[in-house]
């Protein structure tokens, strides 16, 4: 799916070595400081020193650093793990699900809270990330939530017509029941654009609380049957579905 870099394009250090998917932007930034990366047989030290992605011989702590495989995965994020690659306060992050499978530097597309569970991509390719979660471009999100009513169809339609929480307009881009019990509901939730806790946040001015929140699937991209923790590589049919070929990358 990565297109190969074209000679002659020229980015800072620290961005060249983020778009060869060795590590992330603020990552690179850090061993380029500390001495750690040399282009060309000289050590660098200025992140922002530019260089062409596809001529340059970078090598980091003496290691080639050659455009990795592109690798663009699905996890079924399970509960209780934190979207990070490392937590100050020692909580188990996702990166726990990928032990052992020797996959190098990925990144999670979007984020998921601790609380919440299910789809959550990974890749090494930052252009097509940002392709994804682009709010203007990117595909819809859609979740599973169950929460601790049975909403009635006025206050559905207030999800749908958005509400004003902490000074920001939130609002569904649909949303249904999917089946009640005697004191909850499940909901599907769809997303254009998610904001940080958006759902939770939105439920919560409704006078609803959120017992579970499940994102099943992010446009054409299903969980279906992998199993919690479990993760896949996205195979082509999807990759091309979720950034089709005539959608710019991120520059």
């Known amino acids: 799916m990565r297109d190969a870099p074209r000679p002659g394009v020229r980015h800072g250090l620290a961005r060249a070595l983020s778009k060869r998917g060795i590590c992330s ?19 660098v030290r200025d992140p922002e020193h530019p260089v062409d992605v596809s001529r340059a011989r970078i090598h980091v702590d003496g290691v080639d650093a050659t455009l990795p495989v592109a690798r663009y995965l699905v996890l079924n994020k399970p509960r209780g793990l934190v979207t990070t690659a490392s937590d100050e ?14 996959l190098g530097w990925i990144a999670p597309v979007g984020r998921l809270d601790q609380a919440s569970e299910g789809l959550l991509l990974f890749t090494n390719d930052p252009a097509w990330a940002a ?31 958005g509400l004003r929480v902490d000074g920001e307009r939130l609002s ?26 958006q759902i939770r946040r939105l439920m919560a001015a409704c006078g609803l609380e959120v017992l579970r929140l499940v994102r099943v699937a992010i446009g054409p991209v ?8 479990a993760w896949r590589a996205l195979d082509d049919a999807e990759l091309a579905a979720l950034v089709p070929p005539s959608t710019p990358a991120a520059a």
């Open 89 to 102: 306060r020692g909580r188990e992050t996702v990166y726990r699900c990928f032990d052992g499978a020797g």
């Open 131 to 161: 392709a994804v979660t682009d709010p203007a471009r990117g595909p819809d999100k859609t979740y599973h939530v169950q929460v601790d009513a049975c909403p009635a169809e006025p206050l559905l339609e207030a999800m749908l017509r």
């Open 222 to 229: 299903v969980l279906g049957e992998l199993a919690k923790g």
């Open 25 to 43: 932007r603020s990552e690179a930034e850090r061993r380029v400081r500390e001495g750690r990366v040399e282009v060309d047989g000289r050590v």
């Open 172 to 197: 569904v881009a649909s949303v249904r029941v999917l089946r009640t019990g005697a004191r909850n509901a499940w909901l599907e939730v769809v997303l254009h654009e998610g904001r940080n806790r």
